[in-house]
């Protein structure tokens, strides 16, 4: 079935840049978002491209998108500490399109 | 800005009590989803609702209804609470049409049944 995979955890420098990555088994994937969930709140939506882009840039955020391989990134330029989140990946396609598929989730930890 | 709040951030329950847990959004939105948040589980989707009146099944509807007799507002109903069903709750509003994926969602409720 659908799938959207994304590695667990990420630590980085302040400073630093940080890119999360996420895969995803459905090519009819039409969009594909990235949330933020900070500690004790609900989730928020950061940015999202749509399939026919590759790349999508927005303030320090930079969305890579490769159709071929099903990959998507998450680059965020000069990370601070309020960066530190958990950051999921979605997908939705074109058949069942009020549905999104989930990564689990990639907690990213800034160090100063 | 975009408000979904959600009526209790925590509540406890005792195993086979009937629980409401309430969700408002006040952007008119069409969408409006139920999710569960588990460690090493992610988010899973309860149920959700595209119209007033209307409700569709998500991946884990078992043991959860739902209710939407208005657009602004959408209820979950446990009708008999269990051990396993304690859990964060995470209701979602989105907009309809190329915008469905963009969910706002509530600070969540944490419910702990005992």
């Known amino acids: 079935g659908e799938d959207v995979e994304q590695s667990l955890f990420l630590s980085v420098r302040e400073g630093d840049s940080s890119v999360i990555n996420c895969t995803y088994t459905d090519s009819s994937s039409t969009y594909l978002y990235w949330y933020k969930q900070e500690p004790g709140a609900g989730l928020q939506l950061l940015t999202y491209i749509f399939s026919n882009m590759d790349m999508k840039q927005d303030q320090r955020l930079t969305v890579l998108l490769n159709k071929k391989d099903k990959h998507l990134s998450l680059r965020i330029a000069d990370t601070q500490t309020g960066d530190s989140a958990i950051y999921f990946c979605a997908a939705r396609n074109a058949g069942n399109n009020r549905k999104l598929i989930w990564g689990l989730g990639t907690s990213l930890a800034v160090n100063p | 800005d975009v408000k979904v709040t959600q009526s209790s951030r925590y509540l406890v329950k005792r195993t086979g009590e009937k629980v409401f847990l309430e969700c408002v959004q006040d952007?008119?939105?069409?969408?409006m989803f139920w999710y569960r948040q588990d460690p090493g589980l992610g988010l899973r989707l309860i149920y959700f609702s595209y119209d007033v009146k209307m409700k569709e099944k998500g991946d884990i509807p078992e043991g959860y209804s739902v209710s939407r007799e208005k657009k602004e507002r959408f209820s979950l109903i446990l009708e008999s609470a269990s051990t396993n069903q304690t859990s964060m709750y995470l209701c979602?509003?989105?907009?309809?049409?190329?915008?469905?994926?963009?969910?706002?969602f509530g600070e969540g409720s944490r419910l702990t049944v005992l």
């Open positions: 979602a509003s989105s907009p309809g049409g190329v915008h469905t994926g963009e969910l706002f």
């Open positions: 952007m008119d939105h069409e969408n």
